[in-house]
């Protein structure tokens, strides 16, 4: 944050799966503010509350186009799921939102889910086995994220990612969720 004020059109701050109140509080974020700064963390004031009102502002994605080639890749920290199909869809969530993990109620808190919690199928899984299918290619259940099922996390593959590119003429998304022991992993031939 220190890096966006300082350098404000050359820093872009995204949002990902972690800057959500209940993440926070569950993974330490809490704990630390209430004994660094010996704060109520529930308190609305707190440093812990405005901190995760500023992340219900961030943007949820962002495309980076080079105009001399036309390319167009779109940065998101998840992915696509099973309900992002257009790139008007990100953009049409408004904003500030709370993620409300376990009560998936809305189509815009589904669109949400699946940009902050969504993964790529892995490697060499079968795509054809245990998928559901879905208007715009096929999906998986996410049992990593979402062992119980409660949130309708998803994986989606090759097919659903190439009908979405085509779709949106983008040439690739640039995401964050996962570890890369290497530093970057490839999907779908890069």
């Known amino acids: 944050m220190a890096l966006k004020l300082r350098y404000p059109k050359q820093i872009f701050l995204l949002r990902g799966n972690h800057e959500d109140k209940s993440v926070n509080k569950y993974l330490g ?5 209430a004994k660094r700064l010996d704060e109520d963390i529930n308190a609305p004031g707190s440093v812990f509350s405005k901190i995760n009102e ?23 920290h998840g992915g696509i799921g099973s309900t992002v199909n257009k790139i008007e869809d990100i953009e049409k969530i408004q904003r500030p939102i709370a993620v409300n993990l376990g009560d998936i109620t809305t189509t ?3 669109l949400l889910i699946d940009i ?10 079968d795509e054809t086995v245990g998928t559901m299918s879905s208007a715009t290619g096929d999906i998986a259940p996410n049992v990593t994220r979402d062992p119980q ?17 085509k779709a949106n003429a983008v040439s690739m998304i640039l995401r964050s969720h996962q570890v890369c022991s290497e530093g970057l992993d490839r999907f779908a031939q890069g």
């Open 54 to 76: 500023m992340f219900e502002y961030l943007p949820l994605a962002a495309i980076i186009a080079d105009k001399s080639t036309q390319n167009k890749v779109l940065c998101m």
């Open 29 to 33: 974020f809490g704990d630390e503010c």
């Open 108 to 110: 815009e808190q589904q």
């Open 149 to 165: 099922g409660v949130n309708n996390i998803t994986k989606f593959g090759v097919g659903r990612l190439e009908k979405f590119l």
């Open 116 to 125: 902050l919690w969504s993964d790529p199928m892995e490697s060499g899984e």
